[in-house]
Every structure is written in C-alpha cells, then in structure tokens.
C-alpha cells in the first residue's frame, strides 16, 4: 500500500492533548473588562465557533435551562447572529480562536471548562451532549449545587 493511500489515517494517531490541566488557574487575561464580576466564583466557561461543525448549542441550552443557578460565560468565535436564537443569559464574549488558543493552550471546540471560586480548572474536556457536560463539570456541581441543597 503507499504512501498516498495511508494518509487519510494520521489524523486517528493524534490525540486530544490538554495542555492546560486539572488544578491550574484559569489564564487572568482572559477575564476581559466585561467578565470582571466573574472573578473569584464559580464558572462554567464554554469555547465555541461558528464554523465549527460539532458545535451544537442545544446541549448547552439544557444544561444552563437546568443548572441556571450557576453562572456560565461563553467564549465565541463567529458572527452572534447564529446563536441569538438560543437567548443565552450569560456574556458571549467574541474571540480569535488562533489568538485565543495562544494564551489557552487548547485546540478544540466545542470545549467545557468548571473553574473554582480560586478560578481553578476542576474540570474540562469536548462534549457533545448535555450529559458530556454533566459529566465533565460533576466536580463543580457536587460542591456548589447538590451539596448546598
């Protein structure tokens, strides 16, 4: 076989890399002026793109319509006009994904991250589903939403 007819498979050998880890602090300067009330509590943080073709937002519509008492921020890269529909309650916060991932250190969306009230990374990872969500932020909800219930 050549070459030419194996190159279709590369991209099964690479993996989803987090360069960013469990436990480290969120990167400050991604805390813009308008997220400034967000310091130093709890988030969900999501990283989304318009042209990205896993981005599905209905899962994080359920999940916010289901956690709403916690707080969310999205970073989006696209024109708003897609998502407006979805009539999110949190800040969108347009972004380079390039530039963005320069500071971040990630390469894929769509992306969930729970950040502490330290703002420490306690959970992150892709989903595709409300349930992936759930999953990837439990961390966050057993200590901010069903211990305190």
């Given at each position: 076989?050549?070459n030419n007819n194996q190159n279709h498979r590369k991209f099964l050998k690479s993996r989803e890399?987090?360069?960013?880890?469990?436990?480290?602090?969120?990167?400050?300067?991604?805390?813009?002026?308008?997220?400034?009330?967000y310091k130093d509590q709890a988030n969900i943080i999501f990283i989304m793109g318009s042209t990205?073709?896993?981005?599905?937002?209905?899962?994080?519509?359920?999940?916010?319509?289901?956690?709403?008492?916690?707080?969310?921020?999205?970073?989006?890269?696209?024109?708003?006009?897609?998502?407006?529909?979805?009539?999110?309650?949190?800040?969108?916060?347009?972004?380079?994904?390039?530039?963005?991932?320069?500071?971040?250190?990630?390469?894929?969306?769509?992306?969930?991250?729970?950040?502490?009230?330290?703002?420490?990374?306690?959970?992150?990872?892709?989903?595709?589903?409300?349930?992936?969500?759930?999953?990837?932020?439990?961390?966050?909800?057993?200590?901010?939403?069903?211990?305190?219930?």
């Open positions: 076989m050549s890399k987090n360069q960013v880890q469990l436990g480290e602090y969120f990167p400050k300067e991604l805390f813009v002026e308008e997220l400034e009330s990205c073709s896993a981005c599905d937002f209905d899962p994080i519509k359920q999940f916010t319509t289901k956690h709403s008492e916690l707080k969310y921020i999205m970073f989006y890269e696209g024109v708003k006009d897609k998502i407006e529909s979805y009539n999110f309650q949190f800040p969108i916060i347009s972004v380079d994904l390039y530039e963005f991932n320069k500071i971040f250190a990630y390469n894929f969306v769509p992306f969930v991250l729970g950040l502490n009230d330290l703002n420490q990374i306690i959970g992150l990872g892709t989903f595709y589903s409300e349930k992936d969500i759930e999953n990837i932020v439990y961390p966050l909800l057993r200590v901010y939403k069903y211990e305190k219930s």
